[in-house]
T-cell receptor
Framework: NAGVTQTPKFQVLKTGQSMTLQCAQDMNHEYMSWYRQDPGMGLRLIHYSVGAGITDQGEVPNGYNVSRSTTEDFPLRLLSAAPSQTSVYFC????????????FGPGTRLTVT | AQTVTQSQPEMSVQEAETVTLSCTYDTSESDYYLFWYKQPPSRQMILVIRQEAYKQQNATENRFSVNFQKAAKSFSLKISDSQLGDAAMYFCAYRRRTPTMIQGAQKLVFGQGTRLTINP
């Protein structure tokens, strides 16, 4: 198993550009989520999904879209990048929404200039 | 809303010594999980230890153990025989434990983190 994979590892965008952060897991996990990590703060939930076709907002969803067309993939879309979205983004998954442990991907460092 | 607070932005310890990282949390729930995650410079989030709130016994994993005080809402991490590889950011996190599908119940709530330095 590759676990949770994220691409790219690093990305630089200009203000107003759009892009998609990719997340995939090969563990047949139902629950997937996206977090962002900013300096001096812990991780904060952006969006999550409890299964294919089902997504919902977390704490900080503004400026981001998600979809879940397959169990394996959960991409995060930035519609019009802003400097406030400069952050490290983590994808996480667990076998069920009630699963005791969430497995994290390696993260994507995004800089918006 | 649940909150998690780590009051020590930075800690340092001599190699082979013991260090304790503090964490407090606020919740009105009675059933939940508490976690400590380690984040080394590689950025990878690594689960160190997990505690179920319904269990009175403190969790241990090799050199890592917790002091879980449910009434005080305190959840500290003790690292014994510190090693250079323990140097990292450590995050305390909380999650509700619910048998049903409640919106947002699965999210992890993180503290701000404690940077641990190991002095050789």
């Amino acid at each position: 198993n590759a676990g949770v994979t994220q691409t790219p590892k690093f990305q630089v965008l200009k203000t107003g550009q759009s892009m998609t952060l990719q997340c995939a897991q090969d563990m047949n996990h139902e629950y997937m989520s996206w977090y962002r990590q900013d300096p001096g703060m812990g991780l904060r939930l952006i969006h999550y999904s409890v299964g294919a076709g089902i997504t919902d907002q977390g704490e900080v969803p503004n400026g981001y879209n998600v979809s879940r067309s397959t169990t394996e993939d959960f991409p995060l879309r930035l519609l019009s990048a802003a400097p406030s979205q400069t952050s490290v983004y983590f994808c996480a998954s667990s076998y069920t929404p009630q699963g005791r442990e969430q497995y994290f991907g390696p993260g994507t460092r995004l800089t918006v200039t | 809303a649940q909150t998690v607070t780590q009051s020590q932005p930075e800690m340092s310890v001599q190699e082979a010594e013991t260090v304790t990282l503090s964490c407090t949390y606020d919740t009105s729930e009675s059933d939940y999980y508490l976690f400590w995650y380690k984040q080394p410079p590689s950025r990878q989030m690594i689960l160190v230890i997990r505690q179920e709130a319904y269990k009175q016994q403190n969790a241990t994993e090799n050199r890592f153990s917790v002091n879980f005080q449910k009434a005080a809402k305190s959840f500290s991490l003790k690292i014994s025989d510190s090693q250079l590889g323990d140097a990292a950011m450590y995050f305390c996190a909380y999650r509700r434990r619910t048998p049903t599908m409640i919106q947002g119940a699965q999210k992890l709530v993180f503290g701000q983190g404690t940077r641990l330095t190991i002095n050789p």
